[in-house]
């Protein structure tokens, strides 16, 4: 059976700091309301509504994030760059002979058009899923493994049955995604292709 390899997409295929910073502040100038953009992508991964959550009322925030989203190609995407490694990443998983999918929280068509931008062609993209809910596509696609930098993307692999290999490039420091459950923590994506090769005739 061909390997299936997802992996996750902001912080982990792509450094979306400076796009979401300016998106933020965009924002911030658009709507009238305060927004510290600098503090807001330190804590990337999680939902869009979960950030919006901290300045908005709750009433507000599905507008908002409309919104945000509707900004966002504009704004965020010739701004963000690929994380280091990323594009060897997908091709070692082809080059394996197998399969690289995204499964992400970010929302799907933004998604998309932020690997566009990049040159980066997975065989499939996933999106508006967190934490737990990722299971869902890493078991459709039967994903072997989970690569992510976020504790929700090792609780995402977990919940799969998927080996979650974590990459210390997003905001939880190596020791907390060991914690969580990670069964592999990298310093960057740099590293896993000779992870992959390392892996693959221990699977077999």
């Known amino acids: 059976m061909a390997l299936t390899v997802g992996f996750d997409l902001d912080m ?21 309301t305060y927004i510290d953009a600098d503090l807001a992508v330190t804590r990337l991964g999680p939902p869009l ?13 599905g507008d908002v994030a409309d919104l945000y989203r509707e900004m966002y190609p504009s704004i965020a995407i010739a701004a963000t760059p690929a994380m280091t490694g990323a594009g060897a ?10 399969c690289a999918i995204v499964v992400t929280a970010k929302y799907e068509p933004n998604a998309k058009l932020h690997l566009a931008h990049l040159g980066i062609e997975p065989d499939a993209v996933i999106g508006d899923l967190w934490a737990e809910q990722k299971a869902e596509a890493l078991r459709e696609h039967e994903a072997a ?25 997003g905001p939880c420091p190596p020791e907390e995604l060991r914690a969580a459950g990670a069964d592999v923590v990298l310093g960057d994506l740099t590293e896993f292709p000779g ?10």
């Open 12 to 32: 982990t295929l792509i450094d979306s700091r400076p796009g979401i910073r300016a998106c933020y502040q965009a924002l911030s100038e658009r709507t009238g």
């Open 49 to 61: 509504a979960e950030e919006l959550t901290n300045w908005f009322p709750a009433e507000e925030v």
């Open 89 to 98: 990443a997908i091709a070692a998983v082809r080059e394996a002979g197998g």
């Open 145 to 169: 493994v989970y690569v992510g930098d976020h504790v929700g993307d090792v609780r995402g692999a977990r919940t799969a049955g998927a080996l979650s290999v974590a990459v210390a490039t």
């Open 195 to 204: 992870w992959l090769s390392d892996y693959r005739p221990a699977r077999a």
